[in-house]
């Protein structure tokens, strides 16, 4: 149950894009489609961004997307903005009811 | 409005023990897996234990396994998980976590404030 490797850190200029990537095994991101993605501020409960790997939940602006291949998925978020500098974390279900999560990549804009 | 609502964190010496409560409102919980996941100070998340929707199915990281034990009363909208043998990397803020569909797999669209746990002499 180790953890799903994210980048430490990645950063960007308001307007631009970037790209976190979350790569696992075969056994979790390379197994199932029920990879996710959540923002969280400093001092905030973690906000659901993305669903089963490239689905947005209501209200999510579309600058958000996700992908997977293999085992790794990726969040892209282009058109960069001030207010998504936040912690943004993957999370996989890993069989037999249970989840794993990236260790979180810190975003600054 | 969906809610979920933690409480019971606290200071604990090693080897000491807590009741950590979760009372949901806005949704039939009774039709929801529900789980803990948990936040070290400065650190990421992790998925602690999940529990179906009429607990009879139950499921923990192996870091919590044989320590911790995750239950839920669906006549109270309440979830809990008892604390045992704490350790100090157990200290982190213990989130109540629904899921946004109800099954198990399903990632989590509806967060508590989370409760702050610290395992401490």
């Known amino acids: 149950q180790s953890a799903l490797t994210q980048p430490r850190s990645v950063s960007g200029s308001p307007g631009q894009s970037v790209t976190i990537s979350c790569t696992g095994t075969?056994?979790?991101?390379?197994?199932?489609?029920?990879v996710s993605w959540y923002q969280q501020h400093p001092g905030k409960a973690p906000k659901l961004i993305i669903y089963a790997v490239n689905n947005r939940p209501s209200g999510v602006p579309d600058r958000f997307s996700g992908s997977k291949s293999g085992n790794t998925a990726s969040l892209t978020i282009s058109g960069l903005q001030a207010e998504d500098e936040a912690d943004y974390y993957c999370?996989?279900?890993?069989?037999?009811?249970?989840?794993?999560f990236g260790g979180g990549t810190k975003l600054t804009v | 409005e969906v809610e979920l609502v933690e409480s019971g964190g606290g200071l604990v010496q090693p080897g000491g023990s807590l009741r950590l409560s979760c009372a949901a409102s806005?949704?039939?919980?009774?039709?929801?897996?529900m789980s803990w996941v948990r936040q070290a100070p400065g650190k990421g998340l992790e998925w602690v234990a999940n529990?179906?929707?009429?607990?009879?199915?139950?499921s923990y990281v192996d870091a919590v396994k044989g320590r911790f034990t995750i239950s839920r009363d669906n006549a109270k909208n309440s979830l809990f998980m008892q604390l045992n043998s704490l350790r100090a990397e157990d200290t982190a803020v213990y989130y109540c976590?629904?899921?946004?569909?109800?099954?198990?797999?399903?990632?989590?669209?509806?967060w508590g404030q989370g409760t702050l746990v610290t395992v401490s002499s």
């Open positions: 529990i179906n929707q009429d607990g009879s199915e139950k």
């Open positions: 075969s056994s979790d991101v390379g197994r199932y489609n029920y």
């Open positions: 976590a629904r899921p946004r569909a109800p099954r198990v797999a399903d990632p989590y669209d509806c």
């Open positions: 999370c996989s279900y890993a069989g037999s009811y249970t989840m794993i």
């Open positions: 806005g949704f039939t919980f009774d039709t929801f897996y």
